[in-house]
Nanobody, 123 residues
Framework: QVEYEESGGGLVQPGGSLRLSCAAS????????AGWYRQAPGKQRELVAA????????EYADAVKGRFTISRDNDKNEVYLQMNNLQSEDTGVYYC????????????????WGQGTQVTVSS
């Protein structure tokens, strides 16, 4: 079972940037696709970015396309989310997880969530 530890969140002004990191445990991580999710206050957890096991393919939610970039380093068992031009609607707790590519699309079916990292975009 893979465990996750997210970091890098914080308070940022609109238009600012943050880089989130997720450290994953377990040797299986490098064989799985990985995703970043966010949960805004009062809303369900949603997938915002995904990357295949070796990074050849990435996919983004429409709301973050062109502003967020997902990447991974399998040697370090880490996945990253570079977030630029942050807006107030990006506020939420950000989590990472891993699974088969299709499995990432249903966060309710994933287990072993980390604590997440809070991102707050406010002036």
């Amino acid at each position: 079972q893979v465990e996750y530890e997210e970091s890098g969140g914080g308070l940022v002004q609109p238009g600012g940037s943050l880089r989130l990191s997720c450290a994953a445990s377990g040797s299986i991580f490098k064989f799985l696709a990985a995703g970043w999710y966010r949960q805004a206050p009062g809303k369900q957890r949603e997938l915002v970015a995904a990357i295949t096991n070796y990074g050849a393919t990435t996919e983004y939610a429409d709301a973050v396309k062109g502003r967020f970039t997902i990447s991974r380093d399998n040697d370090k068992n880490e996945v990253y989310l570079q977030m630029n031009n942050l807006q107030s609607e990006d506020t939420g707790v950000y989590y990472c997880n891993s699974d088969r590519w299709a499995g990432l699309k249903d966060p309710s079916a994933l287990d072993s969530w980390g604590q997440g990292t809070q991102v707050t975009v406010s002036s």
